[in-house]
């Protein structure tokens, strides 16, 4: 029996990865079953994740594999947002299909680049979901809430019509579910729920089984350690006018940020902050980068060493009768560098690491590459994305180095590594220094990924841009290889730095 498309090792890999990233710190496991009538599973005392591949049965392998990546950004909603209660079985599914709509709603605002993927799944259950019915059962009014949220997102009606008392039922219950899409806690959508299985009356033989079978499932309790993100999703609750279709998205490639984010945590952008004991722990490193990005210049007149030195075998061809040779100690001088360092400071970047939080990391490095190019006189900027904000420059003193400092998560998912890249690609376009750098501090997992990879291929030879990961796990070093390549990402804990990078020069010139 031939194997399906999703049982390929390689393709449950990247939907793992892709799954898994969506999901933040501490993701759970995620399995794959193609069991009947199941959509998806967030199972939190086992921390699982199920996903059912074929849940809608007849579309080809590609349209497939799109859905159930929906399906994962869904459930990874519920791992981020959702908090379950023990709750009777109608309210329970009455509560389910208005979570549902609350946690696509924040993923969407979190993850740009999840809207194109949530939208088809959209379309996909409102299209096979059944006409409503007008007879007096009052679960035909529970089945028009779960059909409601799918025809609001698409600009669409519902489909079918309600009996003349469901239709009254209707208008009570539908401001109260539209209300539970913008809670900013799954206790009150709890609530809503059990205040609309109040005014139905409905019993759970009320439910129509299509609206059970449409719905995914919640099981067990959160631990103590396992926490939800409770937050209701900003312009979430505007209703688009029914009838009016509402463009699909397209699939999210280096879409600007809003200007409602800031550069900072919350409502706190980033500020001016002490940066002496940063200072003090970069230092060392500084000193160390400095030591190897100072090279040898060839002198006019080389002297013999007497204590030899290491045999460069172009050297040797140039001077046969004297092969051994270092150059005069006075005539090292540090290459002709400009260097532009953008730093990824969104919500991810709280992750914490064997060395604290990964933001931590980033800032002690970026403090580095900053006291040495200031030592040296290079070119030099240290800037942020997705906002494109500049902190520190070879002229900004004491200010850019509190700003490193400062540097605190944005409340924010959207990475636009591609726009960073380009915008700074083109202030060194102008430069005349032999090396142009882009170094892009990050973790892996932009919304830009594809057109960000493409964009740094293009790029070489005339701007290098390197990926710099800190605090490596074995998952983001596959995300960050993706997109620089291999042979252009600095993979290692920040003491460690100066060395890869200066490596890594070396290999790009071929010294």
């Not at 908090?83 to 609350?102: G, Y």
């Not at 046969?320 to 969104?346: K, Y």
Request: aromatic share 4%.
């Amino acid at each position: 029996m031939a194997m399906k498309w999703w049982q390929w090792r390689n393709i449950q890999g990247k939907l793992r990865l892709f799954g898994r990233a969506v999901q933040g710190v501490e993701p759970y496991r995620i399995e794959f079953a193609d069991w009947p009538h199941l959509t998806g599973q967030t199972d939190f005392e086992e921390r699982l994740v199920l996903v059912n591949p074929e849940m809608i049965p007849g579309l080809r392998p590609r349209e497939a594999y799109e859905i159930t990546k929906a399906v994962l950004c869904h459930e990874a909603g519920h791992r981020r947002f959702t908090t379950p209660s023990k709750l009777p079985v109608a309210v329970h599914v009455v509560s389910n299909i208005l979570e549902d709509q609350r946690i696509e709603s924040l993923m969407m605002e979190e993850f740009a680049g999840t809207r194109s993927l949530i939208w088809n799944l959209t379309k996909a259950m409102y299209d096979r979901s059944p006409d409503l019915e007008p007879t007096g059962d009052p679960g035909q009014v529970v089945a028009a809430c779960l059909q409601h949220r799918w025809a609001v997102r698409l600009g669409e009606t519902l489909k079918g019509e309600l009996s003349g008392k469901n239709q009254e039922l209707w208008e009570e219950v539908r401001p109260l579910a539209e209300k539970a899409w913008v809670a900013d806690s799954s206790k009150k959508v709890d609530r809503i729920a059990r205040r609309i299985v109040k005014i139905l009356g409905i019993k759970d033989s009320d439910l129509p089984d299509w609206v059970i079978q449409a719905s995914d499932r919640c099981r067990g309790h959160r631990s103590e350690r396992d926490r939800s993100e409770d937050r209701a999703p900003p312009g979430a609750g505007k209703m688009s006018p029914p009838g009016r279709p509402r463009r699909k998205p397209q699939p999210f490639d280096g879409e600007r940020v809003p200007d409602g984010h800031k550069a900072g945590s919350g409502r706190e952008a980033i500020i001016p902050k002490p940066y002496a004991e940063l200072e003090e722990r970069a230092t060392p490193l500084a000193r160390e980068l400095i030591e190897e990005l100072t090279i040898e210049l060839d002198a006019a007149e080389p002297e013999p060493s007497e204590r030899g030195g290491r045999l460069s075998v172009r050297q040797y061809l140039r001077e046969r009768d004297r092969p051994f040779l270092l150059p005069n100690d006075d005539l090292m001088a540090p290459p002709a560098l400009a260097v532009r360092v953008v730093i990824d400071h969104s919500t991810s970047m709280n992750e914490k690491s064997v060395r604290g939080t990964r933001i931590g990391s980033v800032a002690e490095a970026a403090m580095t590459l900053h006291l040495a190019c200031t030592e040296l006189r290079i070119d030099h900027s240290v800037s942020v994305t997705p906002q494109q904000e500049t902190l520190a420059y070879l002229e900004s003193d004491e200010r850019g180095k509190a700003l490193i400092a400062g540097i605190v998560p944005a409340q924010t998912g959207f990475e636009d590594v591609a726009i960073a890249v380009e915008k700074n690609a083109e202030s060194l376009m102008v430069s005349a220094a032999a090396i142009r750098l882009v170094l892009v501090l990050h973790d892996g997992y932009p919304n830009d990924g594809k057109k960000a990879a493409k964009l740094c291929s293009n790029l070489r030879g005339k701007v290098e841009v390197i990926g710099v990961l800190l605090d490596p796990t074995d998952v983001t070093r596959d995300a960050m290889t993706e997109i620089f390549g291999q042979d252009r990402l600095v993979a290692c804990a920040s003491p460690e730095l100066p060395k890869k990078l200066a490596a890594m020069l070396r290999n790009i010139r071929g010294v």
